[in-house]
């Protein structure tokens, strides 16, 4: 079984069209994120759900709306894609202030 | 804010121990995490440490100590699949309800023959 599951796993897609990337999560967990990895490997927090309620919104260019509809959906959808919106967005979840956060298999963007 | 230091690489042979490091400079502390990522693959929980002292999970030890605002992993009796990026992370009391995570800029670790 699935814990965190993300569509799609690929997304190539031209400058400034507009893309969603979703996330489920069967493990009865509270909260989601969506973090993105860069090129370099360098993991960044952009947003955090608790029970449908936002929490967490980096300074992430507002291009970027999050939705979750219930707790065990959340994602992602980006307007006008920049070729800097090229990395790979993993989805996440856990219970509540915990340490430990499952990812979801990632979705890897690539802006042309 | 929150700011993690890990070296950028570690090579070390089959069967050996090997230690990576992670020092933190925070605004506030509630633990640090560690999270193995493979090439291609999403990154997996490998432990977390909210006191100071050593925590043991099979051939992967985690130790911390808040005074120094430093922490390391430890893994014994290196195997070829343990060849990947680990990251240590700290959450951060203040924001998000203690959810959110800082990660670090993560050590690949290459394993030899």
């Known amino acids: 079984d699935t814990a965190v599951s993300q569509t799609p796993k690929y997304l190539v897609t031209q400058m400034g069209n507009d893309k969603s990337i979703k996330c489920e999560q069967n493990?009865?967990?509270?909260?989601m994120y969506w973090y993105k990895q860069d090129s370099k490997k360098f993991l960044k927090i952009m947003f955090s759900?608790?029970?449908?309620?936002?929490?967490i919104n980096e300074t992430v260019p507002n291009r970027f709306s999050p939705k979750s509809p219930d707790k065990a959906h959340l994602n992602l959808h980006i307007n006008s894609l920049e070729l800097g919106d090229s990395a790979v967005y993993f989805c996440?979840?856990?219970?509540?202030?915990?340490?430990?956060?499952?990812f979801g298999p990632g979705t890897r963007l690539t802006v042309l | 804010g929150q700011s993690l230091e890990q070296p950028s690489e570690v090579t070390a042979v089959e069967g050996a121990i090997v230690q990576m490091n992670c020092t933190y400079q925070?605004?506030?502390?509630?633990?640090l995490s560690w999270y193995q990522q493979h090439d291609g693959g999403a990154p997996t929980f490998l432990s977390y440490?909210?006191?100071?002292g050593l925590e043991e999970t099979g051939r992967f030890s985690s130790f911390l100590s808040r005074s120094d605002s430093y922490g390391y992993l430890l893994l014994q009796e290196l195997q070829m699949k343990d060849s990947a990026s680990y990251f240590c992370?700290?959450?951060?009391?203040?924001?998000?309800?203690?959810?959110?995570?800082?990660f670090g800029t993560g050590t690949q670790l290459k394993v030899e023959l």
């Open positions: 996440a979840s856990s219970q509540v202030a915990q340490g430990e956060q499952f």
């Open positions: 493990l009865g967990h509270d909260t």
């Open positions: 759900y608790n029970n449908k309620e936002l929490i």
């Open positions: 925070t605004s506030g502390f509630y633990g």
């Open positions: 440490n909210a006191l100071d």
């Open positions: 992370a700290v959450r951060d009391p203040w924001t998000g309800g203690g959810n959110k995570l800082t």
